[in-house]
């Protein structure tokens, strides 16, 4: 490994750590079961979680947040109960599309798709119509427990900004460098987990309350990743902005390179 890689991954595991010290655990993804994350990751393209919650709130009360649901509910009935997410027709049909690769591959069983191979099992995904690799990620980490970083628009400005990484940087190697950064960790000792350990805390709202799926059991690694990417989103939404960033409360000022 170059002393360059070196420092980068140390930064990151500093970084972490820091954010984590700061405001503890953020408690992604918010969920009961592993295929309410799924349908969840769908539905948060182009939306914000707002709506996506009243898509599954829809979902819910028709009791068709499930496999089944989706499987045996008609495309256009479908579609309205999860319009308040957007782009609804698309969703609805890119939902159905999954289950039946679930079907056709694994026999309708989440437990089968998620013991597939990291790699192997990304790929399949990648393949599906409406899957790019930040869905995919979210679906292995969040509901398949498998250890891999979701990349969002957030980790890339922020480790920009940081010169960590530079703007020619693609999501691959963004992801592999914060994986392996993160790959020793362990679980965080409970005086690691800040004040959102004891409240539900956190910068403006990313955190999320406890939930079935945020507190299942994971590897140390599984839970760094996890926890990396819910802390990133409280940094990029409530001090990274994209015009006029506001260093001079962010927790992570004091790493912030001098400006040239
Ligand atoms: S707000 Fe400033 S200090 Fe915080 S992550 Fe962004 S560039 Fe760094």
Not at 144 to 151: A, L, M, R, S, T
Not at 231 to 240: N, R, W
Request: aromatic share 8%; hydrophobic share 35%.
């Amino acid at each position: 490994m170059t002393e360059a890689t070196q420092n980068q991954q140390t930064a990151i595991r500093v970084y972490y750590r820091t954010l984590l010290s700061a405001w503890g655990r953020q408690h992604w993804w918010p969920a009961q079961a592993r295929f309410e994350v799924i349908v969840g990751a769908y539905l948060t393209q182009n939306t914000s979680w707002t709506n996506v919650e009243k898509a599954l709130g829809n979902l819910r009360k028709a009791r068709l947040l499930t496999i089944r649901g989706i499987r045996r509910t008609p495309q256009s009935q479908l579609e309205q109960l999860i319009r308040p997410s957007g782009y609804f027709r698309q969703k609805a049909q890119r939902l159905k599309l999954f289950v039946d690769f679930l079907d056709a591959r694994y026999s309708g069983s989440l437990t089968r798709m998620f013991a597939r191979p990291t790699m192997e099992l990304r790929e399949e995904l990648l393949a599906l119509n409406g899957v790019g690799p930040e869905t995919a990620d979210s679906i292995l980490l969040y509901a398949g427990n498998h250890p891999i970083f979701v990349v969002d628009a957030y980790t890339r400005r922020i480790l920009e900004r940081h010169q960590i990484v530079s703007r020619t940087a693609d999501y691959d190697e963004i992801r592999l460098l914060v994986e392996r950064a993160l790959s020793e960790e362990r679980e965080p000792k409970r005086s690691l987990y800040g004040p959102a350990a004891r409240a539900v805390g956190g910068p403006s709202g990313s955190s999320h309350r406890p939930s079935r799926m945020s507190t299942s059991a994971r590897t140390g690694m599984v839970q760094a990743l996890n926890e990396m990417h819910g802390l990133i989103v409280g940094v990029g939404k409530t001090y990274c902005l994209k015009s006029q960033p506001r260093c001079e409360q962010c927790p992570l000022q004091k790493f912030l390179p001098a400006a040239e």
